[in-house]
């Protein structure tokens, strides 16, 4: 919703300035550009929100290409530039050295992006966010997106991470929780074969650690 919301009601905004004849030929221009980068976010979002769909439907299957993590890192920060200026938060890239490794990039980042995205709306203002990624020792893949805000309780997680057939829905969250984001990555992770883990505290921030295979 919130990746729904955001840029159809900025173009909303945008587009009313433009037909009330407030701006010069110059800002129409500039709000224009702003508008067609709202308008490819939400494109991709609705591809995500499409892939998602069809995991629950067991009708999606991984294809597993070669990817630059730091190319995919910057990507994830580029579509989210805009949401970062607006809280004027710095989203930090942290790699041990270049990696290179095989996975279905579609999956990996609708995965990183909700990840980012829950970062960027639950971090406080002139804040950051640090994404690291790093190879261990036994060749998987540790991915680690972590950011310094409100942070989550014990039972959200545990309402994230429970994988029984009584584990509580996205419903059991707040409309300000952080819930039905990070179970749609779980499935994802899952569907590639990895795992995830989360680390918070109340107000401590929070720290997802994503361990993926390689090959």
């Not at 805000?149 to 994988?163: R, Y």
């Not at 509580?168 to 883990?197: D, Q, R, V």
């Amino acid at each position: 919703v919130h990746d729904f919301k955001t840029p159809i009601n900025s173009i909303e905004g945008m587009l009313d300035l433009i037909i009330k004849g407030h701006l010069s030929a110059k800002e129409a221009e500039e709000l224009a550009n702003k508008m067609q980068h709202y308008v490819a976010q939400s494109k991709v979002s609705i591809d995500q929100l499409i892939v998602w769909l069809k995991s629950q439907m067991g009708a999606i299957s991984t294809t597993k290409t070669q990817i630059d993590l730091k190319r995919m890192f910057e990507k994830v920060k580029t579509y989210h530039m805009r949401l970062s200026e607006q809280k004027n938060l710095s989203i930090n890239i942290n790699l041990t050295s270049t990696i290179s490794f095989y996975s279905d990039k579609e999956l990996l980042f609708i995965i990183l992006n909700n990840l980012i995205s829950n970062a960027i709306k639950f971090s406080p203002r002139n804040g950051s966010i640090d994404l690291h990624g790093t190879m261990k020792a036994d060749k998987n893949l540790l991915i680690t997106v972590a950011d310094h805000g409100k942070g989550m309780c014990h039972k959200q997680i545990e309402a994230i991470l429970d994988t029984s057939d009584h584990a509580p829905t996205a419903s059991a969250f707040s409309e300000t929780g952080t819930g039905l984001g990070l179970i749609i990555c779980k499935e994802l992770i899952e569907k590639l074969s990895g795992s995830i883990k989360i680390e918070s505290e109340e107000n401590q921030g929070v720290k997802i650690s994503i361990i993926l295979p390689t090959t």
